[in-house]
């Protein structure tokens, strides 16, 4: 089946890294480009429908010939292009899109500073990975540039980890010199013997593609543990699955998400 990659463009400045960071891994995997605007109408509040009608086309023209004027800037002529242009609810558009016969990764802009780091993701982002039932990679505004020599996947105990999904994502990566760390991350004085023997399992399944290990982080100390295993390289990527505690979790979303999203260059997988 072809792959796609859908790119959320909402032409703020952090759409150019975006788009440039999912073409040059376009180019590894020959994935399709589409470029995903949804239009705000400002119209006043007593617009009759068919002038609000007329508001939101002139609109979608104008986004459109932003989405082409950005695509022959960025995009080698030589990918296959195709836009999205509506003013309908977002989620609405996507599920429509996911109906296609695609392998689909959603692409989304992280940003926000401050106190809207405190909101996981953003709110479009989280939107996004709420209401699909589709891999969402989440991307810092700093990278650009397509790198994944170290994969590291969040595991936890009571929420069962989707192989499946896994193994649909890594369709998208090649599998040369390519490492694999599955963690859990641990509360103070948690019993790991059940979570270890999950990791264990998953590491020997993906060892004959991948070079695997696995780690715990226990008590207190977690986060600086992590960070010298998660180092903020741009050839890092941080896999969690929607609905596990990893993406819930006050400790992991506080200290994880933040400061290695917001302040690193890591970017984020989420699984459905």
Known sequence: ????????IDFSEYSINLIKYACDWSRQVNAEILLLHQTVVLAPALTDNESRKHIAQHANDEALQKLKSLTKELIPHTFKVSYSVSESNLQRILHKLLEAPFENLIFVGLKGTGLLKKIFLGSVALRVIDSTNNIVVAMPKEIDTFSHKKIFVAVTEKHP??????NNFLTFIDNQNINITFFYLAKPNEKTIGIEKQLRELSKMFADRFNTDFAIFEGHN??????????NKT????????????LTDQFFRNFLINELIYEGQTPLIVLP
Do not use: N, W
């Not at 089946?1 to 959320?8: G, N, S």
């Open 1 to 8: 089946m072809t792959k796609r990659f859908i790119i959320l």
């Open 161 to 166: 980890f989707s192989i499946l999904e896994l």
């Open 222 to 231: 977690s986060f600086d543990d992590i960070k010298k295993v998660i180092s």
């Open 235 to 246: 050839d890092e990527m941080l896999i969690v699955q929607k609905g596990s505690r990893h």
